[in-house]
């Protein structure tokens, strides 16, 4: 890990560093900082960047991945075919992307949707390391539109006056 600081001052960079145990770009470094935020399109902070040992992105935002997951059991973090929303909705702006809310959706009817989900969403994944690319499009699930992450997405949407298109099977 190689702490990039967007910290204000130097005063504020010395304290957050402190507290890690990893290596940071200098403080003073800023143009070297600014061309790390560009190439691996860092807009927020924090963010994560999980890098491979050729240096391709495994993952551009791993951040709450890496925070929901304390034992590792995830690592190295990569793409996943279907994410629950609930627990991982940063890439839900980022891409176009399919949610599927099961609700009161019968256990058979779901699970069938969900290994239909998780087919498309190997296959993005696939095609896009074929093309050394990010996915065309995510999939994500929640188990109900009262969840928090599920109706932000909803409103977003109704607020973006978006027009979705919808998928049928």
Request: net charge negative.
């Amino acid at each position: 890990i190689i702490f990039a600081s967007s910290d204000k001052n130097q005063e504020q960079f010395n304290e957050y560093f402190e507290e890690m145990p990893w290596l940071a770009l200098p403080y003073e470094d800023r143009s070297r900082k600014q061309e790390l935020s560009k190439k691996f399109g860092v807009t927020g902070i924090p963010n994560l960047v999980i890098l491979d040992p050729e240096l391709k992105v495994v993952n551009q935002n791993a951040r709450m991945r890496v925070s929901s997951d304390p034992n590792g059991d995830g690592f190295p973090w990569g793409p996943r075919p279907v994410v629950d929303i609930d627990e991982d909705p940063s890439n839900i702006n980022d891409y176009p992307s399919v949610l599927f809310v099961k609700n009161n959706i019968g256990s058979a009817e779901g699970e069938a949707m969900l290994s239909l989900m998780k087919e498309l969403g190997e296959k993005a994944i696939a095609e896009a390391a074929a093309k050394d690319d990010d996915p065309e499009m995510m999939f994500f699930t929640s188990e109900s539109s009262s969840g928090r992450s599920a109706r932000s997405c909803w409103t977003q949407w109704i607020w973006q006056k978006k027009s979705w298109r919808s998928l049928y099977w």
